[in-house]
């Protein structure tokens, strides 16, 4: 069997262009330009060229994109400071405090300091709790991405099995939320899950989120599963240079599977879709207007 790929860049250019369409019909109905601004704490490589990409895609889909660049060595005081400032902003619907934040700051509390209507990133107590109850919330980008690509694969995902490798709070946790809710029955594997590869094998769905190159071998998949590679990972190549290599071993899994995610090209790009979706959707909220699907 060789796997259908999902194309995660041509899925998400849709999803951008639908954003791109009712933000216009805002504009021109409305008078309203939905705001995003991304807070960027230090110089980490990953985060800057995260950031900036964000910021392009932002204003490609017609909306306004404000950056703010802190120092690494930056008070907790000043970084909560400048959140308060961006709640308080009428112009600014969605907040993203670029992750991991430096040491010496508290990302919980930061986090935290969002106001939970603008948490486009779905990470704020509140939020985790609505989604945790099956309520209206925003929904962290990442799984979100994941399961409209899953959605549109296999329909209704109900009844399926699903493995979510990984149990972290920005990705594991809630994409094992979201599969619920799509009534799936869903195992949470961790790195203490006990013999993982046969547990991988009774998913129909296995979700791959656990940061380590390659590890998801084709063996453990069940021959016509699905797999979401989340993983984005940076690995030398042989003959020199750098390639990124997800967490699912790409060639062998795609031997057995149903359907693969690519990395690069799977997960990754739908994961910005989104937080240009919810950005919009935090808008249509914050101005009482029909939310987009
Ligand atoms: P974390 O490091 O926060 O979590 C990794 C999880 O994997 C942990 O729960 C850990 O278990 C588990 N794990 C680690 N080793 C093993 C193992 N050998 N067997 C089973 N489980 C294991 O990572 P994130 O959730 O933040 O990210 C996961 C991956 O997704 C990374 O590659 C990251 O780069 C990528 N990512 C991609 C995004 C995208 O846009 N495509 C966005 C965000 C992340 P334990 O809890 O027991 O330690």
């Known amino acids: 069997m060789t796997a259908t790929v999902i194309d995660g860049k041509a899925f998400a250019a849709k999803v951008r262009g639908q954003v791109a369409e009712h933000v216009a019909k805002l504009k021109e109905e409305h008078g309203i330009t939905p705001g995003l601004a991304v807070v960027l704490v230090g110089e980490d490589p990953a985060s800057q060229v995260y950031v900036k990409s964000k910021g392009k895609m932002t204003v490609e889909v017609g909306m306004k994109s404000v950056e703010h660049r802190m120092d690494e060595n930056v008070s907790e005081a000043e970084l909560l400071a400048m959140v308060q400032k961006l ?3 009428p112009t600014i619907h969605g907040i993203l405090v670029q992750l991991p934040l430096p040491g010496h700051l508290n990302s919980d509390l930061v986090i935290n ?36 690509m899953l959605r549109d694969h296999h329909g209704s995902l109900s009844g399926l099995n699903a493995v979510v490798i990984g149990r972290s709070n920005i990705v594991g946790k809630p ?11 869903v195992t949470i594997a961790h790195s203490r899950t006990k013999d993982l590869p046969s547990v991988v094998r009774q998913a129909d769905i296995v979700v791959a989120a656990v940061g380590r190159p390659q590890m998801v071998l084709g063996d453990w998949i069940k021959p016509g599963a699905t797999v ?6 940076r690995i030398d190549k042989p003959e020199g240079g750098t390639r990124l ?12 599977a149903g359907a693969i995610t690519p990395v690069p090209g799977g997960v990754g790009p739908m994961t910005i879709a989104c937080l240009l979706a ?16």
């Open 87 to 89: 709640n308080d902003d």
């Open 113 to 148: 300091s969002i106001d939970p209507a603008k948490d486009v990133d779905g990470f704020h107590i509140s939020n985790v709790g609505l989604l945790g109850t099956g309520q209206k919330s925003m929904v962290p980008c990442t799984p979100l991405g994941s399961l409209m």
């Open 175 to 185: 994409m094992a939320q979201l599969l619920l809710g799509d009534s799936c029955t």
């Open 228 to 233: 979401i590679d989340v993983g984005i990972n």
């Open 245 to 256: 290599v997800g967490d699912a071993d790409y060639d062998s899994c795609a031997a057995v």
């Open 278 to 293: 919810n950005t919009l959707t935090a808008c249509c909220r914050a101005n009482g207007l029909t939310e987009p699907e």
